[in-house]
């Protein structure tokens, strides 16, 4: 199966540790802050909405490169997952250059926010800073080994954004095809 061949992949493997113990770190630490935040009010309603929509955002985020990269990284089409043979500057990496790891940045203050607690926020916002650590500091030295037209392609491009054009963009490439 498709999981089986990816989890045999080390580097694969690595990363997904990394996401899940971000993303389950979240509500550790935000106990672990809130008992020290004891006087604490009620959740909040609004903080918690705000949270599921980074949550939502993140997942949509994270569909449209993983789908992107699919279609266009590959010289021939695939049913498996793997990582791109070339370079992905269309879609929504036409105006960014990391939108699935923003998306699983925003998920990890998604998870703290949706506590709905001052304590929640800030192990959401800490995930996310840690997330825009490794994108900026792993899987960008990453890519640029991979590949050296990397920087020539991309480098006009932020590493992410949240302009409404790049999603469009993205799901425009989407329902288009090549």
Same mark, same amino acid.
């Given at each position: 199966?498709?999981?089986?061949? !990816?989890? +045999?992949? +080390?580097? &694969? ?5 990394? #996401?899940?113990?971000? #993303? ?19 959740? !909040?309603?609004?903080?918690? $909405?705000?949270? !599921?929509? /980074?949550?939502?955002?993140? %997942? $949509? $985020? ?8 699919? @279609?266009?990284?590959? /010289?021939?089409?695939?049913?498996? %997952? ?9 879609? %929504? ?8 790891? /923003?998306?699983?940045?925003?998920? =990890? !203050? ?5 506590? =709905? ?7 959401? %916002? ?25 920087? @020539?392609?991309?480098?006009? +491009?932020?590493?992410?954004? $949240?302009?409404?054009?790049? &999603? ?11």
């Amino acid at each position: 199966m498709v999981v089986n061949e !990816l989890m +045999k992949n +080390k580097d &694969f493997r690595t990363k997904m540790l990394f #996401w899940f113990f971000l #993303w389950g770190g979240v509500p550790f630490l935000a106990s672990s802050i809130e008992y020290g935040v004891k006087n604490e009010k009620k959740p !909040l309603v609004l903080m918690r $909405l705000v949270g !599921l929509k /980074f949550i939502l955002l993140g %997942i $949509l $985020l994270n569909a449209i490169g993983g789908k992107t990269l699919k @279609q266009y990284g590959h /010289f021939d089409v695939s049913e498996r %997952i793997e990582a791109p043979e070339k370079v992905v500057d269309k879609g %929504i990496y036409s105006c960014m250059r990391h939108p699935a790891q /923003f998306g699983s940045g925003l998920i =990890g !203050l998604g998870i703290g926010m949706l506590m =709905g607690r001052l304590s929640g926020l800030l192990a959401g %916002i800490l995930a996310f800073m840690m997330s825009l650590i490794f994108m900026l500091n792993v899987e960008e030295p990453e890519t640029m080994k991979r590949f050296p037209d990397y920087c @020539q392609k991309m480098g006009d +491009k932020p590493a992410f954004t $949240l302009r409404p054009t790049c &999603f469009i963009e993205g799901i425009r490439a989407l329902t288009h095809g090549k």
